[in-house]
């Protein structure tokens, strides 16, 4: 199994481009994830979804959007980039526990996205 | 609201030394906690998690991590450490009504570096 894939593994744009950013999990996993990693801050939750055909906001969703296209692939979408977007992103994925709760994450390796 | 401290952004010990890396957490309700580890341009990894039974919980590479509900931490051990423990730790947790795993929080990451 390859776990969690993201493609680009590195990215530069300039302000006002627009990109998107390739997530895909093959373990079966309900919920996938968009996370974001800046310096001394840990990680922050952009996007969640759920389950195949559901997507929510999370901590810090504004400029992004995000499609789940089917139950492996996650995909987060920068409209119009900014510099402040500069950042490594995250996705991650997790199963369903027999409780019916949310089991520990699995991350993908990141992409580097620098916006001049 | 949920936070996760990490009280050092540092911390450094001699191969063959025993290892801590901190962790405090403040939730309401019941916490599930959760170690992972970064190595250099990688995506986080899981290294084990406290839901429910012994404080103490074993995990990957011989790490261990103590539950402790009244000092509300969850500290990282390791009896041994070895050089190729050297990255990125990170503590995270979520709370038994968070059915989706959309509020992990995560803390701002500890480095460790083992010294040979």
């Known amino acids: 199994n390859a776990g969690v894939t993201q493609t680009p593994k590195f990215q530069v744009l300039k302000t006002g481009q627009s990109m998107t950013l390739q997530c895909a999990q093959d373990?079966?996993?309900?919920?996938m994830y968009w996370y974001r990693q800046d310096p001394g801050m840990g990680l922050r939750l952009i996007y969640y979804?759920?389950?195949?055909?559901?997507?929510d906001k999370g901590e810090v969703p504004n400029g992004y959007n995000v499609s789940r296209l089917n139950k492996r692939e996650f995909s987060l979408r920068l409209e119009s980039a900014a510099p402040s977007q500069t950042s490594v992103y995250f996705c991650?994925?997790?199963?369903?526990?027999?409780?019916?709760?949310?089991?520990?994450?699995?991350f993908g390796p990141g992409t580097r996205l620098t916006v001049l | 609201a949920q936070s996760v401290a990490q009280p050092e952004d540092q911390v450094n010990v001699a191969e063959g030394n025993p290892l801590t890396v901190k962790c405090t957490y403040s939730?309401?309700?019941?916490?599930?906690l959760f170690w992972y580890v970064q190595y250099p341009n990688r995506g986080l990894q899981f290294l084990l998690k406290?839901?429910?039974?012994?404080?103490l919980v074993k995990g990957s590479y011989g790490f261990e991590a103590e539950f402790n509900k009244s000092q509300t931490s969850f500290h990282l051990k390791k009896p041994s450490a070895l050089v190729s423990d050297s990255a990125l730790y990170f503590c995270?947790?979520?709370?038994?009504?968070?059915?989706?795993?959309?509020?992990?929080?995560f803390g701002p990451g500890t480095r460790l570096s083992v010294l040979p």
């Open positions: 939730v309401s309700g019941n916490p599930y």
């Open positions: 995270a947790v979520r709370t038994e009504g968070d059915n989706y795993g959309q509020n992990f929080v």
């Open positions: 979804s759920a389950s195949e055909g559901t997507t």
């Open positions: 991650a994925s997790s199963s369903t526990t027999t409780s019916g709760r949310a089991s520990e994450q699995f």
């Open positions: 406290y839901i429910t039974g012994d404080n």
């Open positions: 373990m079966n996993h309900n919920s």
